[in-house]
């Protein structure tokens, strides 16, 4: 592969990377569902910057979505978009900082022990049952005082139907953040 930068996505949540980044009591993070590695770099740019320690998960299975609609999926039948996220993340120079985890978003969880991480952020799949599922699956991985969020909160419904029961079952405040409100995240 070329040291060509291909790094669109979409991020803007700005405002909540910053955050975790800068409390002081995170260490442990983990993204799900990381593309071709847009957030997740700029996440590690805010942890480089803070200079504490840190551990940073990438969490993916890197073959797009499961919609048969969706251009990430059609992306990625056509390119291999894993060693795409690996080469960005060298030309951006956090690849040395991100732990990869290649597999299924919600099975991945089983790979951290409950209340290990201090935040995780989902943006994998949008449909319903697979964000319910990462929503139970990685919510037992945050600590007390962590916090969980996530993306497409109003922008797929089915992101919006996992979210708003689950939480509010566990009378949790649900919070919006990004440009257009579209983040969400909870303190556990």
Known sequence: MSEELDLQ????????YALVALNDSFTKYAEVGVWKGLSICQLCFFLMNTKKEFELYA?????GSSSEDDTTNIEAKEKDIYSIYDNNMKIMGTREYI???KGDSSASA?????E?????????????????NDIESWYPKVRSGGIIGGHDLG????VSRA????????????????INGTSWYVHK
Do not use: M
Request: proline letters at 2%; charged letters at 30%.
């Open 9 to 16: 996505g979409w991020f803007d949540y700005r405002d909540l």
């Open 59 to 63: 969490i993916d299975h890197w073959e």
């Open 99 to 101: 732990k990869d985890i």
């Open 110 to 114: 089983s790979c951290f022990q409950d």
């Open 116 to 132: 290990y991480l201090d935040f995780v952020f989902i943006d994998a799949d949008h449909e319903y049952e697979n964000v319910k």
């Open 155 to 158: 922008t797929f419904s089915g």
């Open 163 to 178: 979210v708003f029961p689950f939480f509010t079952k566990k009378k949790l405040t649900i919070h919006q953040a990004g």
